[in-house]
């Protein structure tokens, strides 16, 4: 977050210097209230829902690179801030209605500020729905954060697991089936064991990227564990899922991937089973999957296999 | 329930390695679970937290760490959201590993029998904080772990060890086994992760933590074996090994004073004045290892039974009157504390 709040340091310095600013003018021409005088409930009410504002602000930059949506959406929360904090200085001060600046700090960046946060929020949806569409073959229509493997950036087997239970719902009305595939790189130790931890990591993130290169809209990759890759073909009959899965292999099989010290080449191989199913449990389905890559293994390296 | 007996005097240990003695280099398996950790985005000053370690001597390849500095980093490395699967990655390359002369050893053994032989008798480097044990009959070998002082890292090291004991047999047969696993720990958040990495048939909850594999798999010979590489690593080992004899743990040696009294076995206070200390300071020296008394006895005895039905296929009833003196009902409460399940069941379930 840090790193992220560095790229917003010119907008950070403007609030820096406008609560001081805003105080010293106050000041200059306000006379203290007394603590008598003071309704604490509308400084809790109005200057916490300034601060909130500003927590705001800090979260949702936090989590953004530089443009014109983070430059908008923090725009309007920076007036809302100003809106309510001017007004929160009078709960402490008495200010002449003469001075004019002060009325209108305190009701002009209110509704401006509010248009730009909405124009903001409007091209973060444009952007935000874009990103889905790259991302649509790693989680498909949920989000759950909590699932997703550091390595490769894929789902786990337990969101693969939600999705086939709704997959497989949709295949039992529909009478469509469902074709499950398991992806297992061959011999991987050996990467591990030659090049380490770090180029191994590596490894399974360019074969991520490679098998999501070929596969379609609407198929989702997960990582199921360790070096082994899942891949669910929604709508997908045996002869179908037989050549994705045909063509996924030739993909890793034909990967000239090249170490990241001293660009060695690496050859790689893939197996993997494929379970068909109408109606079967996520569990069991897995389970098929995995006893088929299980048994193209023993076949030897770089095959596949069906699921009897 | 035990009748004290009289401990013979060549049983009791009188000296054991103590858990601030620097004995393992940290070159070892250290550097490789290190730099696993940090190739996984663990900070630096959360991984040697509390260790006393420095990145900088390890690399040098010089520092050795006690036991105490060893457990507390794999108890950091647990703090990793992932900490299940580092555990098997890391147990997946750590033999034969680049441990100088213990490495021959292992990657010239003839056959998995021999590397296992090797894997105990420098068990103190390989493995400190986890003894291998085994038996076998006439069809199945059983590997068992026991605690050398692995604490609240056990899951972790009990994991890693028998992945590394998997990727080993899977390195140099070039064959995937086909073994069983039991764990002592309550049931993986990432099960997948267990099968992609040791096969079908893991267990959890059981109490012990053990392998089972078929015999031929223990006497299989492997090919590319250089027998004079393995026959030197073991002269050069035996020559350092006569000059530092490296000492079990307190825990393990323990242990197996428990085991071999394992039908009589001798309580704290009996076992605290063999050992000439108070029984007090028995326990002080246990927890400063992370267990205690009970849990020694309770594995060793369970450890035992087990023996007694798998190996020497002894019934219920024998096995019974054995450890509890013909009151089958007691047994079978002792057993189902130990594993969760009746004995009837584990056999049911978990044995092949």
């Avoid at chain 1, 009325?103 to 002009?108: D, F, Q």
């Avoid at chain 2, 040697?48 to 457990?71: V, W």
């Avoid at chain 2, 006497?219 to 035996?238: E, I, K, M, Y």
């Amino acid at each position: 977050m840090a790193q992220t709040l560095k790229l917003h340091s010119l907008k950070w310095l403007c609030v820096a210097l406008y609560l001081p600013l805003s105080l010293i003018a106050a000041f200059m021409v306000g006379d203290p209230k007394g603590w008598d005088g003071i309704d604490w409930l509308d400084v809790f009410g109005e200057g916490g829902g300034a601060l909130l504002v500003l927590g705001w602000a800090l979260l949702i930059l936090g989590s953004r690179p530089a443009g014109t949506v983070s430059n908008l959406i923090f725009a309007g929360l920076g007036l809302i801030f100003v809106s309510l904090w001017q007004d929160n200085l009078d709960e402490f001060l008495l200010i002449p209605d003469v001075q004019l600046w002060d009325t209108w700090l305190e009701n002009l960046p209110m509704p401006i500020g509010m248009v730009m946060l909405t124009l903001g929020l409007v091209r973060w949806y444009g952007e935000q729905r874009i990103l889905m569409s790259q991302l649509s073959k790693r989680e498909r229509f949920m989000r759950e954060h909590r699932s997703v493997d550091p390595v490769t950036r894929l789902a786990s087997a337990a969101y693969l697991s939600q999705q086939l239970e709704i997959e497989l719902k949709r295949a039992r009305q529909d009478c469509s089936p469902v074709s499950l595939v398991m992806i297992d790189l061959d011999d991987f130790d050996r990467i591990n064991r030659r090049f380490g931890f770090e180029e191994g990591d590596r490894m399974l993130q360019s074969v991520t990227e490679l098998l999501l290169l070929n596969l379609r809209d609407g198929d989702l990759l997960c990582h199921y564990g360790g070096d082994r890759f899942a891949v669910m073909l929604a709508q997908t009959g045996e002869t179908m899922a037989a050549i994705i899965t045909r063509e996924l292999i030739a993909a890793v099989h034909h990967f000239a991937y090249r170490t990241g010290r001293e660009g060695e080449r690496i050859s790689i191989t893939a197996s993997a089973g494929v379970a068909l199913a109408l109606s079967a449990s996520p569990q069991d389905l897995m389970a098929r999957a995995n006893r088929a890559l299980a048994s193209a293994k023993e076949q030897g390296a770089d095959g596949c296999e069906s699921a009897a | 329930m035990a009748v004290n007996r009289r401990l013979d005097p060549g049983d009791i240990p009188d000296h054991w390695r103590s858990q601030d003695e620097r004995h393992l280099p940290a070159h070892y398996q250290p550097a490789l679970l290190i730099e696993l950790a940090r190739a996984r985005g663990m900070a630096d000053h959360r991984l040697l937290r509390h260790t006393g370690l420095f990145l900088d001597d390890i690399l040098a390849g010089e520092a050795l760490i006690s036991d105490r500095q060893y457990r507390r980093l794999i108890t950091n490395v647990q703090h990793h959201g992932a900490a299940e699967e580092l555990a098997l990655l890391w147990g997946r390359q750590l033999l034969p590993g680049h441990y100088g002369a213990l490495t021959p050893l292992l990657q010239h053994a003839p056959n998995l029998a021999q590397a296992l032989q090797g894997l105990y008798e420098h068990r103190h480097h390989l493995c400190p904080l986890l003894a291998p044990q085994w038996w076998h009959d006439r069809q199945w070998g059983y590997l068992l772990w026991i605690n050398g002082g692995a604490g609240r890292a056990r899951s972790f090291v009990s994991r890693a060890m028998m992945a590394a004991v998997y990727g080993l047999f899977r390195h140099r047969s070039g064959r995937v086994p086909d073994w069983y696993f039991l764990f002592s720990q309550s049931h993986p958040t990432t099960p997948e992760a267990h099968e992609v990495n040791l096969g079908q048939r893991v267990h959890f909850t059981t109490g012990v933590d053990m392998i089972i594999m078929p015999l031929q798999d223990l006497n299989v010979g492997w090919a590319d074996s250089s027998p004079t590489a393995f026959s030197v690593a073991r002269h050069q080992l035996a020559g350092k090994e006569a000059t530092v004899a490296p000492r079990s743990t307190l825990p393990e040696a323990l242990y197996h004073l428990l085991i071999r009294h394992a039908e009589a076995p001798p309580d704290l206070n009996t076992t605290a004045h063999a050992l000439a200390m108070s029984p007090s300071s028995l326990k002080r020296r246990l927890r400063d290892c992370d267990t205690h008394f009970q849990s020694l006895h309770d594995e060793a005895r369970l450890h035992y039974s087990l023996y007694l039905s798998q190996v020497l296929g002894l019934d219920m009833d024998a096995i019974a009157e054995r450890l509890s003196h013909g009151d089958r009902a007691n047994f079978r409460r002792s057993f189902r504390r130990w594993t969760g399940m009746t004995p009837a069941h584990f056999q049911m379930w978990l044995m092949p």
